[in-house]
């Protein structure tokens, strides 16, 4: 398997566990938001490994989202 496959499978798990834990899971909140944040960040290095600029879009966008989701829940 190749590293950029790798990165892109290490980014699936993430979002899907932010998924299950918002999901079935919600008194578990932030974990969610950080398994999101986390998802976005390796999405983010392969979309700039793979140059799929609006992918890269999208995930700067849900990584500040989940940073500023962060900052208000712990103040």
Not at 13 to 24: A, K, Q
Not at 55 to 71: E, T
């Amino acid at each position: 398997m190749k590293l950029n496959d790798v990165i892109q499978w290490m980014g699936t798990v993430f979002v899907l566990t932010m998924y299950v834990i918002m999901s079935w899971f919600p008194d578990l909140h932030p974990l969610n938001v950080v398994a999101g944040l986390c998802g976005a960040i390796v999405f983010f290095v392969w979309t700039v490994r793979v140059r799929n600029w609006p992918q890269m879009i999208i995930n700067v966008v849900a990584a500040l989202v989940c940073v500023v989701g962060l900052i208000r829940h712990f103040g």
